[in-house]
């Protein structure tokens, strides 16, 4: 299944890690600049895990993958998340 | 934080040839946003597990929750939804997720729905989030399906009041239907849908390709790419 | 405490003995991507193993193909626990490749058309263990399945078998690749159920 989804696939498994909705986290990408909702992503699920790209250049912007030893989360694509303030 | 809870189904339903309605009570759920999502997982007895994502179809309180799933062909989890699984089955989900594609009651814009066959689901939720509420926002959906057997929740739709609703059909639309079928193109989206405003809210649901296809197609209509929210379906 | 789902089974599958350590056979072909499918031409394929002297070893599509070409059949083992037996490949083997290439390092990092990268070392990539594979099953490798050409290395988890491959660059160290860096093994093999670091 190589069609991606939108960053709302990112939710779930990142609410096991934070309080916060990362879908409307405004993440800027490291690779291009392009400021954006994490909800807009494009994100490749698999079981392996879901990479989250930059709507705009296509680079990755986060990698999160769940293992029986924890949570891998690498946000090495991100220049900065801000994190929207709740309610 | 959310993490894993059980969920009993409580009850199912026939929607299409090919979708179910299912009921599942999930003790302690706390309500959920119209367009937000669950993560439901399925363990069979030897230990294997799959997770995939569905679009919740109820709002509003209590600790049932509605999801409504098409049978993806040579899926792994769709076709036990769809054909196997019984009121009083155990699963597990996570949720409700997602604060991006949802619709607020309080959101007072305009708002364009546009569904490709089962993308209907969150989009239902908002019509019905809507109607529970004092909403007075003008709602304007734009439903694609394949045939007219193919719409979910039709005799919900049909008493939608005062949303304006569209059909359009891909593989055969009903005797008399003005439009031939087909795939909704840019034309059919400047003439049946709201035009590009500032206080517009755009809600794609469905396929990777129709959403693709739609939302090209509606920023090329003008609208602002940041109002035009999308949900694309995995499959599986 | 697990929650059973009653009547779920998954996909078709058995659990084997002669399958490594929590493996289930597929009769299917599981596409697995972590980003869009590269579109490339054969006309402006190629494959490059750079060195640590900077040499570059070319080998453009016509020149690969006229290369000696072999018939691999193979197990393969995907991390996410499918396994497919005796799967049938054609194409160039590493050991063949590397005739022509002087190195004293002991590791690679493969290069995919699209960014991805896997880390293997030297050694897993020769002595008949690893292709460069653009044939499955008597057709032409799918984009889906790394089309034109991917890394063909059976023996370690699947995701080290690069789809997409364009290129080894020699390292003295083993950097860790795509997946590698997110969590998974930097060896992966899956008789000893190497997952995960």
Known sequence: MPAHVDGNALAGPMSELFAFDVTVATAVCGSCGDNAHMGQAMVYVSAMGHVARCRSCGDVLMVLVETPNGTMLNVRGLTGLRIAPTG | MTTWRAATVASTARLTSTARSIVLDVPGWQGNLAGQHLDLRLTAEDGYQAVRSYSIASVGPGQLVELGVDKVVDGEVSPYLVDEVRAGDQLEIRGPLGGWFVWRPADVGPVQLVAGGSGIVPLAAMIRARRTSSSVAPFRLLYSARTPDDVLFAPELDNAGDVEITFAYTRRAPDGFARKPKRLDRTDLAELTLPPADDLTVFVCGPTGFVEAVADGLVSLGHDPARVKTERFGGA | ?197
Not at chain 3, 9 to 14: A, L, M, N, V
Not at chain 3, 44 to 52: D, H, L, M
Not at chain 3, 60 to 75: F, G, M, N, R, V
């Open chain 3, 1 to 197: 405490m697990a929650v059973i789902s009653r009547g779920f089974g998954g996909r078709r599958r058995r659990a084997e003995e002669d399958l490594p350590p929590g493996q289930y056979l597929t009769e299917d072909f599981p596409v697995l991507s972590a980003g869009p499918t590269p579109v490339v031409d054969t006309a402006e394929w190629e494959f490059v193993i750079q060195t640590e002297t900077g040499a570059r070893h070319r080998w453009s599509w016509d020149e690969l193909q006229a290369l000696p070409i072999e018939e691999i059949t193979k197990d393969i083992h995907c991390v996410t626990r499918w396994s497919k037996l005796e799967t049938t490949w054609r194409g160039v083997s590493l050991d063949t490749l590397f005739e022509q290439v002087e190195t004293a390092y002991d590791y690679v990092l493969a290069h995919s058309y699209g960014g991805y990268t896997t880390n293997l070392p030297l050694e897993d990539l020769l002595d008949g263990k690893a292709w460069i594979a653009f044939e499955y099953d008597d057709s032409p490798l799918a984009p889906e399945h790394g089309g034109p050409a991917r890394l063909l290395v059976p023996h370690l988890y699947f995701w080290k078998s690069a789809k997409w491959v364009h290129g080894l660059v020699m390292q003295t160290d083993d950097e860790p690749g795509f997946w590698e860096q997110n969590g998974y093994h930097l060896y992966g093999d899956p008789w000893l159920e190497q997952r995960y670091s």
